[in-house]
Nanobody
Framework: VQLVESGGGLVQPGESLRLSCVAS????????MHWVRQAPGKGIEYVAR???????FYSEDVKGRFTISRDNSVNTLYLQMNALKTEDTAKYYC????????RGQGTQVTVS
């Protein structure tokens, strides 16, 4: 199984980014998929989930600003992040589990 994230970068507060995660080596459509993040010096924080029937769940910190989605035809998970805040600065990972134990290498998002 391989999860490869992309789309991170340096943005100013209030701007937007769209993260992508391409999955391979698994039956992608059969998995709930998650985004988690880790800020410097902190533990893994849950961000969002999309399940196999496209129901979504968000942490309170990102609800109303972030949108998780998936495209099973191209085995890709997305995270649209709007109205970014400095406290959103972290490395973002897509994961197969909500604790992020099975995750990709991550993509850095810096809001400054």
């Amino acid at each position: 199984v391989q999860l490869v994230e992309s789309g991170g970068g340096l943005v100013q507060p209030g701007e937007s980014l769209r993260l992508s995660c391409v999955a391979s080596g698994l039956a992608f459509s059969g998995y709930d998929m998650h985004w988690v993040r880790q800020a410097p010096g902190k533990g893994i924080e849950y961000v969002a989930r999309v399940d196999v029937i496209n129901r979504t769940f968000y942490s309170e910190d990102v609800k109303g600003r972030f949108t998780i989605s998936r495209d099973n035809s191209v085995n890709t998970l997305y995270l649209q992040m709007n109205a970014l805040k400095t406290e959103d600065t972290a490395k973002y990972y897509c994961a197969l589990d909500p604790k992020g134990k099975r995750r990709g290498q991550g993509t850095q998002v810096t809001v400054s």
